[in-house]
């Protein structure tokens, strides 16, 4: 079974409610936060956070908006980071849910590398050494529930489901919009298990709310060549 998610932005409230749901279901503990002038606390993901729901206050066509993101891992279709793992104990698919999922043997992987391959600058190392990241609430989902943050959205802005269904509603969705809006979009819909509706520029959002620039315009497996071709090549120069 094929799963994803549809995130609507354009109805999140940024109540935070799928935040603190991602907390309770993994017993993630508080961290410490700041007035820092913002909605947005804690300010980033953390081996202790693993959605974040960013906020930016930007003015569009002369009104202020406050633009919402529910960031959490995209679940790739072809996930770079369980490609430059290459070890299926730290970094694998899930074939019940098609969940990209880390375990403790992620300690063992060169974390820099792994962090590196993603286009969306999720993934985070703790000081255990593991890389941790949004599991997709698979023990859940594995037993007919719907992922935390899922079940907690009162904004009906997140949705969950077979991807072809969550496709169709995404599309629909996104045709509504755009009457009001011409440019909305899909964020990297063919791309990803985690499908965002943005209603406006996805840099006015977060720099990582599409692929990262060096990313576009390419193939994963040619973007993960491209990283891992100079580190093979520094390997053989210390093996001669």
């Given at each position: 079974?094929?799963?994803?998610?549809?995130?609507?932005?354009?109805?999140?409230?940024?109540?935070?409610?799928?935040?603190?749901?991602?907390?309770?279901?993994?017993?993630?503990?508080?961290?410490?936060?700041?007035?820092?002038?913002?909605?947005?606390?804690?300010?980033?993901?953390?081996?202790?956070?693993?959605?974040?729901?960013?906020?930016n206050e930007v003015v569009i066509?002369?009104?202020?908006?406050?633009?919402?993101?529910?960031?959490?891992?995209?679940?790739?279709?072809?996930?770079?980071?369980?490609?430059?793992?290459?070890?299926?104990?730290?970094?694998?698919?899930?074939?019940?849910?098609?969940?990209?999922?880390?375990?403790?043997?992620?300690?063992?992987?060169?974390?820099?590398?792994?962090?590196?391959?993603?286009?969306?600058?999720?993934?985070?190392?703790?000081?255990?050494?593991?890389?941790?990241?949004?599991?997709?609430?698979?023990?859940?989902?594995?037993?007919?529930?719907?992922?935390?943050?899922?079940?907690?959205?009162?904004?009906?802005?997140?949705?969950?489901?077979?991807?072809?269904?969550?496709?169709a509603m995404a599309e629909e969705?996104?045709?509504?919009?755009?009457?009001?809006?011409?440019?909305?979009?899909?964020?990297?819909?063919?791309?990803?298990?985690?499908?965002?509706?943005?209603?406006?520029?996805?840099?006015?959002?977060?720099?990582?709310?599409?692929?990262?620039?060096?990313?576009?315009?390419?193939?994963?497996?040619?973007?993960?060549?491209?990283?891992?071709?100079?580190?093979?090549?520094?390997?053989?120069?210390?093996?001669?």
């Amino acid at each position: 079974m094929s799963y994803a998610f549809f995130i609507d932005t354009t109805l999140c409230t940024g109540c935070r409610a799928c935040q603190v749901a991602c907390k309770q279901w993994h017993d993630l503990p508080a961290e410490e936060t700041l007035n820092r002038g913002t909605h947005q606390n804690p300010p980033d993901l953390s081996d202790r956070t693993y959605k974040v729901v960013r906020m930016n206050e930007v003015v569009i066509e002369k009104k202020l908006r406050w633009l919402f993101f529910p960031e959490q891992c995209r679940h790739c279709i072809e996930a770079p980071c369980l490609e430059a793992a290459g070890e299926p104990t730290a970094i694998y698919r899930d074939d019940a849910t098609g969940a990209i999922l880390y375990t403790a043997e992620t300690r063992h992987l060169a974390a820099d590398d792994i962090i590196a391959a993603c286009p969306y600058n999720v993934p985070r190392k703790g000081p255990d050494g593991v890389l941790y990241k949004c599991d997709m609430c698979v023990d859940r989902v594995r037993n007919g529930l719907q992922p935390a943050c899922v079940q907690t959205c009162t904004a009906g802005a997140m949705h969950f489901g077979e991807r072809e269904s969550i496709l169709a509603m995404a599309e629909e969705r996104l045709a509504t919009v755009r009457k009001q809006v011409p440019k909305a979009s899909l964020a990297d819909a063919n791309d990803v298990t985690v499908i965002y509706l943005l209603a406006f520029d996805p840099m006015q959002y977060h720099e990582n709310a599409i692929a990262s620039s060096e990313f576009q315009g390419i193939s994963r497996h040619m973007a993960l060549r491209r990283m891992i071709r100079p580190f093979s090549r520094a390997v053989a120069g210390l093996s001669g």
